[in-house]
């Protein structure tokens, strides 16, 4: 099955296919997009919100996001049995925008984003998007890397699942 990733640039909506997980790595696909119109967004937006609305996977595996800004923000999970805990990775001093988990809750993306036209002077790029798959019932262990994308073209307004396979943003 394939998975593919849906774009909104400048009202426009374009599809790529994204990567299949590998092993305990990140893998970096290179992503070529294709149109699709514009109204479907706000179809997609409005389903996916609708099916998560309910949804808790962080509090399911036992785990609690925690979130602290000293002029640079991180996010971790954190177990609260065992008081371990993993960094939610963003290069940005802001730190991540969200946390979008997919409809079936066995995946979540964080994404981050400088939207300046100075964005040179500071990072290596506009947008972020990391992503893990969940495999497992309990704990940190059940997070899994599956890949990591950045792009110096745009930053990223919204992000949403449209289904297990596929995933929407809206960019500028």
Same mark, same amino acid.
């Given at each position: 099955?394939?998975?593919?990733?849906?774009q909104l640039i400048l009202g426009l909506f374009?599809? @790529?296919?994204?990567?299949?997980?590998?092993?305990?790595?990140?893998?970096?696909?290179? &992503? =070529?997009?294709?149109?699709?119109?514009?109204?479907?967004?706000?179809?997609?937006? !409005?389903? #996916? !919100?609708?099916? $998560?609305?309910?949804?808790?996977?962080?509090?399911?595996?036992? *785990?609690?996001?925690?979130?602290?800004?000293?002029?640079?923000?991180?996010?971790?999970?954190?177990?609260? /049995? @065992?008081?371990?805990? /993993?960094?939610?990775p963003s290069n940005y001093d802001a730190g991540? *925008?969200?946390?979008?988990?997919?409809?079936? +809750?066995?995946? !979540?993306?964080?994404?981050?984003? #400088?939207? +300046?036209?100075?964005? +040179? =002077? #500071?990072?290596?790029?506009?947008?972020?998007?990391?992503?893990y798959k969940l495999s497992g019932e309990e704990?940190?262990? @059940?997070?899994?890397?599956?890949?990591? &994308? %950045? %792009? +110096?073209? &745009? @930053?990223?307004?919204? *992000?949403? &699942? $449209?289904?297990?396979?596929?995933?929407?943003?809206?960019?500028?």
């Amino acid at each position: 099955m394939k998975n593919i990733l849906i774009q909104l640039i400048l009202g426009l909506f374009l599809i @790529s296919v994204l990567p299949a997980q590998s092993e305990d790595k990140f893998e970096h696909p290179e &992503w =070529e997009f294709q149109e699709i119109p514009n109204e479907e967004y706000y179809v997609y937006q !409005f389903a #996916y !919100f609708a099916k $998560i609305r309910n949804q808790h996977p962080f509090k399911d595996l036992g *785990l609690v996001q925690v979130h602290s800004c000293d002029e640079i923000c991180e996010s971790y999970l954190k177990d609260p /049995m @065992s008081q371990d805990s /993993m960094y939610l990775p963003s290069n940005y001093d802001a730190g991540l *925008l969200v946390i979008a988990h997919s409809i079936s +809750g066995n995946a !979540f993306l964080l994404y981050s984003a #400088y939207d +300046g036209p100075d964005y +040179g =002077e #500071y990072y290596d790029y506009r947008s972020e998007i990391i992503a893990y798959k969940l495999s497992g019932e309990e704990g940190l262990s @059940s997070i899994k890397p599956w890949f990591s &994308w %950045t %792009t +110096g073209d &745009w @930053s990223i307004e919204e *992000l949403i &699942w $449209i289904d297990a396979d596929q995933i929407g943003m809206k960019i500028y």
